[in-house]
Structure formats: C-alpha cells, structure tokens
C-alpha cells in the first residue's frame, strides 16, 4: 500500500459558491469497479451534495464512470454512494445542516494509504456580492504580485 495522501479531484466551484465552516474526512462505500474507476481519476461531481436520511449519509448526483476494462458486471454509475462516518459525527452534522442555509458538499476526492477517502464540507452559499468580493480580491492580490516582482527584478 501507499503511504500518505494522493489528490484524485478537487471541487474548486464549491470553494467558489460556498463559504465552508468545517471539513470532514470520510470513507466511501464503493464496489469493486468503482475504485478502480475513480483511481483512475473518472469520476464528475460539480454539482454533488450529501443528504442525510435515516443516521446514515448518502452522496448524490455523484457519477463515476464505469471502468472500461470490466466485464458485464460493471456499477451503476449514478448510484447514491454511503459515506462512512462516526455516529458522533454524523449527529453533530444532522444538527449543523437543519440551521438554515447549511449544506453538505463533497470537496475533494484522495487515496489515503490505498483508500478512497473524501473530504466533507459543511457550507453556507454565498450571494452574488460575496463571489464579486472574492473576484475582486483575487485580482487586486494578483495585480501587488506582479508589482512586487516588477520592483524585485529592477
């Protein structure tokens, strides 16, 4: 097995629309060819969230390709998916998704000493003039960089 972390996808639009408050690291029940697939990197999940229902955590509108080089039996790739997660945890999530305005959003996907692992996040959405300020911060951080190398090179 590999030790360490190994980044398979990112969800770089959720870090845009939402304003994440806390992050969780949670298992994923797959099936055979789905891990296969997913560390191969085939997998979509823009616009994916968790939903709880029954103390249990279920990922939806996650797709992950099937694997090509299967058989017949290949997954259905647009299953719901099981998050693997501690009692204690999913309680103090449910508690945190039923104030209004927070949601769950999977950010990113990695192999974590040879398994899948994924990175929860609880969010709160941002208005429009939230996205123009992150927009407008980034540009004005940009422009100093560049600034700041112009004056370093003279």
């Known amino acids: 097995m590999s030790e360490g972390k190994k980044n398979i996808a990112e969800n ?12 969780y690291e949670c298992g994923i029940a797959l099936q055979g060819t789905e891990v296969k697939s997913v560390k191969n990197g085939n997998l979509s999940f823009a616009d994916c969230f968790a939903e709880i229902k029954n103390g249990e955590i279920w990922v939806k509108n996650l797709h992950i390709n099937e694997y090509s080089f299967s058989s017949i039996f290949n997954h259905n790739p647009d299953r719901p998916k099981k998050l693997l997660l501690h009692k204690e945890e999913i309680k103090k999530l449910t508690r945190k998704v039923e104030e209004k305005g927070y949601t769950l959003i999977p950010l990113e996907f990695y192999l974590k ?25 980034r540009d004005l951080n940009r422009d100093i960089q560049r600034e700041f190398s112009r004056e370093l090179k003279r």
């Open 12 to 23: 770089r639009k959720a870090r845009f629309d939402y304003f994440i408050e806390e992050n």
């Open 113 to 137: 000493n040879g398994r899948v692992k994924l990175s929860l996040g609880v969010c709160k959405g941002k208005k429009q003039f939230d996205k123009r300020a992150v927009i407008k911060e």
